[in-house]
């Protein structure tokens, strides 16, 4: 069976649930993974849901900027949730499907000023990486299972526009940086996009709305990911990880394009 999982930073689901529809009928993911729905549980549009063929849901909403989905063609299991966001925000979903762990992720941008002690919001990212760090720690490396989601950090040089430049803003410091290969190192996971598309060639998945032409502009960043554990890393189809940068060209997008990789199980 191939399965074709995809994240998405949708940013409001009830806003973009068009949007939704037209990727899923187009693409095709069996398990869609969103991030910053920007609604409570109840508030989610189910329905739409059912109606994409995708029946099968968890729902992390919550009033604000924050909340995570993951709906699925086939069942899925309910896990109990990773206990990482010291705040207690709904920024992780997870669940099992066709036997395949999958955590969905909204881990926190971080704010402005790359300093734990002067920024609490940089010190909860850290915090976060940090639990989660510990969590794969004590993890099974054979088991099969997905980290994907909105990181909000983008490692590589070749993930951002300008490594330079992006070097001194939140996002690509080097603490972030080491902090996010330290979590990829301890569970030994695999990026599946940067393992399509090695180093150089350039990556992004996020472009700021203030461009009139994101493509005329070329600033973009990394910041969505999809990554295996080593039990599951031969299962990816090779030549299957991409980005739907042409996503962000639809009317009225999301400031993120989806993410997809097939995995043959």
Known sequence: MTLRIATWNINSVRLRIDQVARFVAERKPDVLMLQEIKCTTDQFPRQAFIDMGLPHLNV???KGWHGVATASRLPIEDMPTLDVCREGHARCASVVVAGVEMQNFYIPAGGDVADRALNPKFDHKMDFYER???EMARRDKQR???LAGDFNIAPGEN?????RYMSKIVSHTPIE??????LQDTGGFADVLRDRFPEPHKLASWWSYRAQDFRKSNRGLRLDHIWTSPGLTPAVVRDTARIHDDVREWDRPSDHAPVTVDLDL
Do not use: I, M, S
Request: net charge neutral.
């Open 60 to 62: 992390r909403g919550q």
């Open 177 to 182: 940086v080491e902090t996010l290969n330290r």
């Open 144 to 146: 099969p299972l997905v």
């Open 159 to 163: 993930d951002v526009w300008n490594h």
């Open 132 to 134: 989660l760090t510990a």
